[in-house]
């Protein structure tokens, strides 16, 4: 769904747009950057990244798409895949400095992506995902939209809270450590 920026007019993608807290004024990107980096007296210019395919450790082809942000700690760079026409399955993204080259920044970023896309938490057995055993399970948490409880993203694939706890039940008696990540950290 497209939106209008208050600001420049543009019609741009709902997510890549910010509200401000302000004034309640929707910002495209390219407005939010100009006015953080005009309050904070810091060069940034937006840089627009063409989309990239990558292929994932069960063959299956996703493509990225990205966007570059100024944020109060440093320049952000996200990679999201669409779904549905909004951010969704494989995210990641990195954040250094202001003074950070904004293309090795990418570079980081794409090499972050290339691991996640080697990773694999799943397997497929008799007819279901379960997890990879034993391992380290890679994911995110989201909103469950209609739900009581979260959804859980995990090598890109959607799980409903309940789904995820009937995986993790085949571990019974087994100790587990939860580690909370930020997206841009890595773990």
């Given amino acids: 769904m497209k939106v209008i920026c208050d600001y420049c007019g543009a019609k741009v993608p709902k997510y890549e ?4 807290p302000e004034d309640g004024k929707r910002h495209c990107f390219n407005c939010f950057n100009k006015k953080i980096s005009q309050e904070l007296g810091i060069d940034f210019e937006a840089v627009n990244f063409d989309p990239i395919t ?3 450790s069960y063959g299956g082809k996703h493509t990225f798409h990205f966007r570059s942000l100024l944020v109060p700690t440093g320049k952000l760079i996200e990679a999201f895949e669409l779904k549905d026409g909004e951010p969704g ?3 990641s993204g990195v954040l250094d400095g202001f003074s950070c080259d904004i293309s090795d920044l990418k570079i980081k970023l794409l090499n972050r992506l290339q691991r996640l896309m080697k990773h694999k938490s799943l397997k497929m057995l008799h ?61």
Avoid: A, C, N
């Fill in 17 to 20: 747009t910010v509200i401000s």
């Fill in 89 to 91: 399955g494989y995210m």
């Fill in 127 to 187: 007819g279901s995902w379960t997890l990879v055993s034993p391992g380290i399970i890679r994911g995110r948490i989201e909103y469950g939209f209609g739900e009581d409880s979260p959804t859980v993203i995990i090598d890109g694939k959607y799980f409903t809270w309940d789904e995820f706890g009937r995986m993790i039940t085949s571990y019974e008696g087994w100790q587990f450590r939860l580690k909370m990540v930020d997206k841009t950290d890595e773990d």
């Fill in 54 to 56: 990558l292929e994932d």
